[in-house]
């Protein structure tokens, strides 16, 4: 069985580069006591190049990035460049992404051809908002970002993206989703993966949950919802907290 991941989505946060340093050397001191668990830590830019020098168990990836290797393109991070700074994985198409700086699937897209091109490993985001789920329209919602989200990549390609369902309603609000309904999403995306890529393959597919999860409901995604991982915001900045999460796995 492969490992369970777990994300780290620092998003913007902390401060100062001290201490980033001092919550990242804090959570691989104690991931040094677990073995089955894959972590990866998700800081600011700004950080990555202090965090990377830090050598370690712990992988390194990037919160967001651009499609393009180079040019006019100010404000933006290229894919090359994460490769070269030693990143591994790089999340794309956060909701809050989606919603604030208004990325379009076909952006997403971009990115995530971009990232398979450079050998970084994509944490594709999707997830519906309370309205979209009050009127049961969450299926229709994921399949469209999984769609156009993936749309020309070819089906040795999409086997190495990671899919993580957050939906919206859920983040940063203290109430996950349940079990239940989690585990409902993953049938789901493994049913339309599985209709794109070879269907051998499929075992091959890691799908996280992301949506306030914290060390007291982790457990219950990996036996109940049998997902493969998590996504964690605001918990994977206490070092504690993030302990007990990645225990679980």
Same mark, same amino acid.
């Given at each position: 069985?492969?490992?369970?991941?777990?994300?780290?989505?620092?998003?913007?946060? =902390?401060?100062?580069?001290?201490?980033?340093?001092?919550?990242?050397?804090?959570?691989?001191?104690?991931?040094?006591?677990?073995?089955?668990?894959?972590?990866?830590?998700?800081? =600011?830019?700004?950080?990555?190049?202090?965090?990377?020098?830090?050598?370690?168990?712990?992988?390194?990836?990037?919160?967001?990035?651009?499609?393009?290797?180079?040019?006019?393109?100010?404000?933006?991070?290229?894919?090359?460049?994460?490769?070269?700074?030693?990143?591994?994985?790089?999340?794309?198409?956060?909701?809050?992404?989606?919603?604030?700086?208004?990325?379009?699937?076909?952006?997403?897209?971009?990115?995530?051809?971009?990232?398979?091109?450079?050998?970084?490993?994509?944490?594709?985001?999707?997830?519906?908002?309370?309205?979209?789920?009050?009127?049961?329209?969450?299926?229709?919602?994921?399949?469209?970002?999984?769609?156009?989200?993936?749309?020309?990549?070819?089906?040795?390609?999409?086997?190495?993206?990671?899919?993580?369902?957050? =939906?919206?309603?859920?983040?940063?609000?203290?109430?996950?989703?349940?079990?239940?309904?989690?585990?409902?999403?993953?049938?789901?995306?493994?049913?339309?993966?599985?209709?794109?890529?070879?269907?051998?393959?499929?075992?091959?597919?890691?799908?996280?949950?992301?949506?306030?999860?914290?060390?007291?409901?982790?457990?219950?995604?990996?036996?109940?919802?049998?997902?493969?991982?998590?996504?964690?915001?605001?918990?994977?900045?206490?070092?504690?907290?993030?302990?007990?999460?990645?225990?679980?796995?």
């Amino acid at each position: 069985m492969s490992k369970k991941l777990i994300v780290a989505n620092w998003k913007c946060n =902390p401060l100062t580069s001290n201490e980033a340093i001092k919550i990242f050397k804090s959570i691989a001191t104690k991931y040094k006591n677990y073995t089955k668990a894959e972590v990866v830590i998700c800081p =600011p830019d700004i950080f990555l190049k202090n965090l990377l020098a830090l050598k370690n168990k712990l992988k390194v990836g990037a919160q967001n990035c651009f499609w393009e290797e180079k040019g006019a393109y100010t404000g933006e991070v290229s894919t090359v460049m994460l490769k070269n700074m030693g990143c591994q994985f790089v999340i794309i198409g956060h909701s809050e992404r989606r919603k604030i700086n208004k990325e379009t699937n076909e952006e997403i897209n971009k990115k995530i051809i971009a990232a398979l091109q450079n050998k970084l490993i994509p944490i594709l985001c999707i997830g519906e908002n309370r309205e979209e789920r009050d009127h049961e329209l969450t299926f229709d919602i994921l399949e469209k970002q999984i769609k156009e989200g993936i749309a020309n990549l070819e089906k040795t390609k999409i086997v190495k993206i990671v899919f993580a369902y957050e =939906p919206i309603w859920s983040i940063g609000s203290g109430n996950s989703a349940n079990p239940k309904q989690i585990k409902e999403v993953k049938n789901f995306i493994i049913n339309l993966i599985a209709k794109k890529i070879v269907k051998e393959n499929i075992s091959n597919i890691k799908i996280l949950y992301g949506g306030s999860v914290n060390g007291e409901n982790t457990n219950a995604y990996f036996t109940e919802a049998e997902m493969n991982g998590v996504l964690v915001g605001g918990a994977s900045l206490k070092p504690e907290e993030f302990a007990k999460i990645i225990k679980s796995a």
